[in-house]
């Protein structure tokens, strides 16, 4: 096949867009989506710190080096990356190193965060627990984003940048609707308003579906670490998974049409559950809309087991 934009050999067939394109025009394509992206949350400030949160997974490797791209001709803009280490045994031991060495390249400094020191608890104790077990991504994903805001807080970000994907975006989308958790469904990221303690979340790659992130990251030579994680298999998120790449096999465009039906509902979702009143957790201070923290809940049913 040959691509559509300058018939030279394509690369890549975009289904939703039914296009043919060669590597030149998929990074075109690709990059202009996520400049536009980030210009549609806001944009990147011209001075300051943005946080980049980083596993080493294609994702999070991608947004590091667009992030980077987008910043360059800001002298006064520094980007700082933040790997969360979960304590999960042969599995982040190996993804580290992929991290050390993306941000040695592109010269960002790296931070550490072990869920030990913050949530008192690494990934592999928690996974012993009976309810830890069972629901071992839903502690990962709480005890994750408590990590990733303090450090981000810690280094004074503007921003958190997350590498979430069109799909993570329409999976998280249709998650909360099946369970009828319509006051975190108004939450999702990205986040418009400044919080106080919230580092507002940027998320470059929400209009780009997971393959052509693979694609990108494998187009433009980047390192990036391939495997799973051992508890992988007990997310909730696979059902999503599987029911929303059935329906985008036979309906070309229903990822995106989730996520674009979420934006336009949103303003009435915001509204109607107050977001961005946020207080601070009776427990431990970090931000929250309730009273205690799920973090600080969490913490509490891991002590009862
Ligand atoms: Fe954490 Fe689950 Fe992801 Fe493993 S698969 S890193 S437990 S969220
Ligand atoms: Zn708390």
């Known amino acids: 096949m040959r691509c559509s934009k300058c018939k030279r050999p394509a690369a890549t067939f975009i289904r939703y867009s039914g296009r043919h394109l060669c590597e030149k025009h998929f990074n075109e394509f690709f990059e202009s989506r996520v400049k536009a992206e980030v210009r549609r949350q806001g944009g990147l400030h011209s001075k300051g710190v943005i ?23 800001r002298p006064n803009l520094q980007i700082h990356a933040i790997t969360v ?6 599995y982040r031991q190996e993804s580290i190193p992929v991290v050390r060495r993306n941000c040695k390249k592109l010269g960002v400094t790296l ?3 072990k869920f030990k020191e913050i949530a008192g608890k690494a990934m592999d104790e928690i996974a012993k627990t009976k309810d830890g077990k069972a629901r071992a991504c839903a502690y990962c994903g709480v005890f994750r984003r408590l990590c990733l805001n303090a450090a981000a807080r810690q280094i004074g970000a503007s921003h958190l940048v997350t590498g979430h994907n069109l799909d993570d975006t329409a999976q998280s989308i249709l998650m909360n609707f099946c369970r009828g958790d319509v006051s975190k469904l108004a939450r999702l990221g990205p986040h418009k308003n400044v919080q106080p303690g919230l580092i507002p979340r940027l998320e470059p790659l929400r209009s780009i579906p997971e393959k052509e992130n693979a694609l990108y990251a494998m187009l433009n030579g980047l ?16 059902k999503y998974r599987a029911i929303i ?7 070309p465009g229903t990822r995106h049409a989730i996520v674009s039906t979420y934006d336009q509902i949103l303003p009435t979702l915001e509204k ?7 207080s601070k957790c009776k427990k431990c201070g970090e931000p929250t809309s309730g009273k205690v923290c799920m973090a600080c809940e969490m913490k509490e049913r891991l002590k009862a087991k």
């Not at 946080?51 to 080096?65: I, T």
């Open 85 to 90: 280490d979960e304590g999960i045994e042969g």
């Open 51 to 73: 946080a980049v949160g980083v596993s080493g997974g294609k994702d999070s490797v991608v947004a590091l080096h667009m992030i980077k791209k987008i910043a360059a001709g």
């Open 245 to 251: 790449n059935e329906l985008e096999l036979h309906s």
């Open 272 to 278: 109607e559950f107050h977001v961005g009143e946020v």
């Open 111 to 113: 931070h550490i965060v």
């Open 223 to 238: 390192e990036v670490h391939i495997a799973e994680c051992p508890y992988a298999r007990s997310a909730q998120r696979n």
